[in-house]
């Protein structure tokens, strides 16, 4: 322990005496300096930043003073402002360009919102408070929804997450499938376009498919409002169901298990039969 404590005491010494790359102080178990004093390598502890907003717990560091640039291998990243960690297998944060990459097997935990992201593939943009990446990702929320997506970008500062190709599976056990959608985090809210959502069958027959497609899509609090919607409870063939209602919003309520329709119009092999102002019936649940 007493080595320890002389060791980092002299590596931030050091650290504070340099002329251009005052970023790190160490405290870890093994340290070098080595290219005469330009590289920093050191295992099993941690990395802080002088302006104590960043700080690494990993199991190898590599710090290149002249580039400000810090690598760090299986550890666990804390973004102290924005309390958000992340978890990695590799991580590359450049001081200068306040730029965060990381890969493999990482989980973002934003502490603020109660949300977690899996992912393979991180870009970290301190400077704007962007977060993204371009590889299939994981998201959990606070009352269990599980969404995925082929890629995401996060707007730290709004609060806004945006999702292509996008998969929500939520606490009712309804699938929607969403071309784009954006998640408002603060709000608990989603929006999207071209959609389709494969409802809970709880209660029908297993032939049956119940399942809404839309346009644009408006979901909170586990109530779904769609515009430009079809719903029907055919089987999915590559034919037109041998029935469906189109309306121009249709609303699910889980909660009274309804679904509602405005400006409905009812469609038997494709031929119009009948419209309906305002129609509704139960839920596949009931």
């Known amino acids: 322990m007493k080595n320890n404590l002389i060791i980092f005491f002299l590596v931030f010494l050091f650290l504070i005496n340099s002329s251009k790359a005052e970023e790190f102080k160490f405290e870890t178990s093994e340290i070098e300096i080595v290219n005469s004093g330009e590289v920093i390598i050191a295992n099993d502890g941690k990395a802080v930043s002088l302006s104590g907003d960043l700080e690494i717990i ?7 003073k002249a580039k400000g640039i810090l690598e760090a291998e299986y550890g666990t990243a804390h973004f102290i402002s924005d309390n958000l960690k992340v978890e990695f297998d590799k991580m590359i944060t450049n001081q200068s360009s306040l730029i965060t990459t990381a890969s493999n097997n990482i989980k973002i935990i934003d502490l603020n919102k109660k949300i977690s992201i899996e992912t393979d593939d991180l870009f ?19 009352i269990s929804n599980i969404l995925s997506a082929d890629s995401f970008n996060y707007n730290l500062s709004d609060g806004i997450l945006k999702l292509i190709k996008a998969n929500l ?48 899509i408006t979901y909170k ?9 079809v719903f029907t409870t055919c089987k999915k063939n590559d034919k037109c169901p041998p029935w469906q ?24 092999y494709d031929i119009p039969v009948m419209y309906f102002p305002k129609f509704f019936h139960p839920d596949p649940t009931v």
Do not use: C, M, W
Not at 58 to 64: D, Q
Not at 194 to 211: M, V
Not at 221 to 229: A, C, H, L, P, Q
Not at 263 to 268: D, E, F, G, I, R
């Open 58 to 64: 990993a199991k190898k560091f590599k710090y290149t």
């Open 124 to 142: 970290f943009d301190k400077k704007n408070n962007i977060l993204k990446s371009s590889t299939p990702s994981l998201l959990k929320d606070k």
């Open 169 to 216: 599976k939520d606490i009712n056990d309804n699938n929607f499938f969403i071309e784009t959608a954006y998640l408002d985090t603060l709000n608990e809210k989603l929006v999207g376009n071209d959609l389709t959502i494969d409802l809970s069958n709880k209660s029908f027959d297993k032939d049956n498919e119940p399942r809404i497609k839309g346009r644009t």
């Open 221 to 229: 609090d586990g109530i779904t409002e769609v515009s430009k919607g």
């Open 245 to 268: 209602l189109s309306a121009e919003k249709i609303k699910h309520n889980p909660n009274n298990q309804t679904i509602n329709y405005k400006n409905a119009l009812l469609k038997v």
